[in-house]
């Protein structure tokens, strides 16, 4: 069977929702790929955001029904969460990717991984639709392979989660205890330093003072030596 038979068997095999946030999570691979406007876009790019992974196909239904509800969702928190529509069409059908991408008006960065070497890194099955969700600290949170209706309520429950653990994290971030500051100002002179004695200026003679003062007195007769 060959790769592309097999992903399609896999594409229409598709399976109810049962993912869940993993409590260990892996840093997610860092990649790059050309969008379909032909900039190159990083996942570093999205730092610091709540990123879905999205691979899919033109030929895929399933991935354009999912990738129509990861759409609305994406425009609901536009500051927070990034949606990455990762084409995983070969050289085949890679032509209809900009013409698929038109007509379903996605919005999102329509990415181009012709050669399946970024799918290999998340998808090693080659399933579509195939979902990874990474949490705002760069992190594999969650995965999911196929999409059927009733697959939204569980895909909004994983995003929402992931944002509210991103609010958590920012209001932490954000609370820092300040020490009371203290007032500094002149010192003000105590009653110890008040007692001591003065100074004169250097060079100045200080007064001499007589420990007994008496009052001056006419001088004796005599005294002249007369």
Not at 86 to 114: E, F, G, H, Y
Not at 143 to 152: K, L, V
Request: hydrophobic share 35%; proline share 8%; aromatic share 6%.
């Amino acid at each position: 069977m060959s790769l592309r038979f097999l992903m399609i068997f896999l594409c229409l095999s598709t399976t109810s929702w049962a993912a869940e946030l993993l409590e260990k999570r892996a840093p997610a691979q860092k990649f790059k790929l050309d969008t379909i406007q032909g900039e190159r876009y990083k996942l570093t790019d999205d730092t610091g955001k709540v990123v879905v992974v999205s691979f899919w196909a033109t030929w895929c239904k399933p991935c354009l029904q999912e990738l129509g509800f990861l759409k609305k969702l994406a425009q609901k928190h536009p500051d927070r969460l990034t949606v990455l529509a990762v084409s995983t069409d070969d050289a085949n059908t890679i032509s209809n990717v900009r013409k698929v991408a038109k007509r379903k008006r996605l919005t999102m960065p329509v990415l181009l991984d012709q050669d399946g070497s970024v799918m290999g890194l998340f998808n090693p099955r080659a399933s579509l639709p195939f979902s990874a969700y990474i949490d705002h600290a760069g992190r594999i949170a969650a995965t999911h392979s196929g999409f059927s209706s009733g697959d939204e309520d569980g895909i909004e429950k994983i995003v929402l989660a992931l944002l509210d653990e991103q609010s958590k994290s920012k209001s932490n971030a954000s609370e820092t205890v300040t020490p009371p500051s203290k007032a500094v100002g002149k010192p003000q002179p105590t009653s110890a330093t008040a007692d001591l004695p003065q100074f004169q200026e250097k060079g100045t003679p200080a007064p001499i003072q007589n420990a007994n003062p008496q009052k001056p007195t006419d001088a004796p007769p005599g005294a002249d030596g007369e």
